[in-house]
């Protein structure tokens, strides 16, 4: 079988960037639960394909902030960080630094507890259980980054 050479999910029947495609699709409808949950899915996906050509710009990352926010407030903190990042977005604040916070080094090997195969179960992201399995998407990365073996409590 062949495997992602990045976060090590199995690619069959999809690939990862297949199943981010979809995902993408359903996040953009802007419908419960994905739209609301765009920030902390996308995060996710190049939190864990760091080497993909739209994924994280440096360690000063809107992605990690997305994903601290996610997990720590939820729903609600996720889209606090994604209103400030939509102000800010402007000429005004050009070259200026969105959030003071720094991913810290990758601390482990491109394999994942989870990934987005688990959260796409079939390939069509079903509506019941997302949340759920995107908050352990969002543990199982950050628990990846910082080479911890659990989680902090989450705020969701």
Not at 125 to 133: I, L, N, Q, T
Request: aromatic share 10%; hydrophobic share 40%; charged share 15%.
């Amino acid at each position: 079988m062949a495997v992602c050479a990045e976060c090590g999910a199995g690619q069959v029947p999809y690939s990862c960037d297949e199943l981010f495609e979809r995902l993408l699709a359903l996040d953009h409808s802007r419908q419960p639960p994905w739209g609301p949950l765009h920030g902390a899915a996308v995060a996710c996906f190049f939190l864990q394909h760091p080497g993909h050509p739209l994924g994280p710009r440096g360690r000063n990352d809107f992605g990690w902030a997305c994903l601290l926010a996610y997990r720590s407030g939820g729903q609600a903190a996720l889209h606090a960080v994604t209103d400030l990042a939509r102000r800010r977005n402007s000429h005004r604040h050009a070259g200026s630094e969105l959030f003071d916070v720094t991913a810290p080094e990758f601390a482990s090997s491109t394999s994942f507890a989870v990934t987005i195969t688990d959260v796409a179960v079939d390939g069509s992201f079903p509506a019941d259980g997302y949340e759920k399995r995107l908050l352990a998407w969002a543990d199982a990365t950050y628990l990846a980054w910082t080479g911890t073996s659990t989680p902090p409590p989450t705020g969701t």
